[in-house]
């Protein structure tokens, strides 16, 4: 199973950042996002494909249905700048973790 | 708080093995499934292999089953990776994952990381 994101987005500081994740019919699976700022580990943003948790702000949200999962991330912040991944687990008979290639967000 | 420790890695020569190890504290050790996520330099996240919280159930990637061994000591709280047979392609920081429960199947994700330790394999 392949997850495809756009290897970059730029946006200006206070505007409205959306990454995608493109997969085959990825709203019947459940999508997890990850950010990742230069250096340091990944950090889990949105889980359920919506949820928030503790300590991420709102301004981070998602959504997923037919072939495509979004995180939108609102009033952009410098400090949002990182690499972003989505997550999906594919396969009863044969479990695997699959990470998209991950999308470099810059903030203008 | 949920701290995840890993060490071992380092420089090894193609064809030789080594084994990474991962602390965890903060958390009943024994209750969570774990995994090993890798990242090449400059290259994007790659799923390594899983196990579950009692070690019952264990999944590798394709291009390392077989080479690599994922196991577990919940006595001692840590997690551990095999890796024999080591190839250029190995070279990435490797991470400690705590899943969301106890199987990490379905709609598990992956709630905390360690800082990762570097493995590099070149002669």
């Known amino acids: 199973y392949v997850l495809t994101q756009p290897p970059s987005v730029s946006v200006a500081p206070g505007k409205t950042a959306t990454i995608t994740c493109g997969g085959d019919?990825?709203?019947?699976?459940?999508v997890h996002w990850y950010q990742q700022k230069s250096g340091q580990a990944p950090v889990l943003v949105i889980y359920y494909d919506i949820e928030r948790p503790s300590g991420i702000p709102e301004r981070f949200s998602a959504s997923n249905s037919g072939n495509t999962a979004t995180l939108t991330i609102s009033g952009v912040e410098a400090g949002d700048e990182a690499d972003y991944y989505c997550q999906v687990w594919a396969g009863s008979d044969h479990p695997a973790w699959v990470f998209g290639g991950g999308t470099t967000l810059t903030v203008l | 708080q949920v701290q995840l420790v890993e060490s071992g890695g380092g420089v090894v020569q193609p064809g030789r093995s080594l084994r990474l190890s991962c602390a965890g504290s903060g958390f009943t050790f024994s209750n969570s499934a774990l995994l090993w996520v890798r990242q090449a330099p400059g290259k994007g996240l790659e799923w390594v292999a899983t196990i579950s919280h009692d070690g019952s159930n264990k999944y590798y990637t394709d291009s390392v089953r077989g080479p690599f061994s994922i196991s577990r000591d919940n006595s001692k709280n840590t997690l551990y990776l095999e890796m024999s047979n080591l190839r250029a392609e190995d070279t990435a920081v490797y991470y400690c994952v705590k899943a969301s429960d106890a199987y990490c199947g379905g709609d598990c994700f992956l709630v905390d990381w360690g800082q990762g330790t570097l493995v590099i394999v070149s002669s």
């Open positions: 019919n990825i709203g019947g699976k459940t």
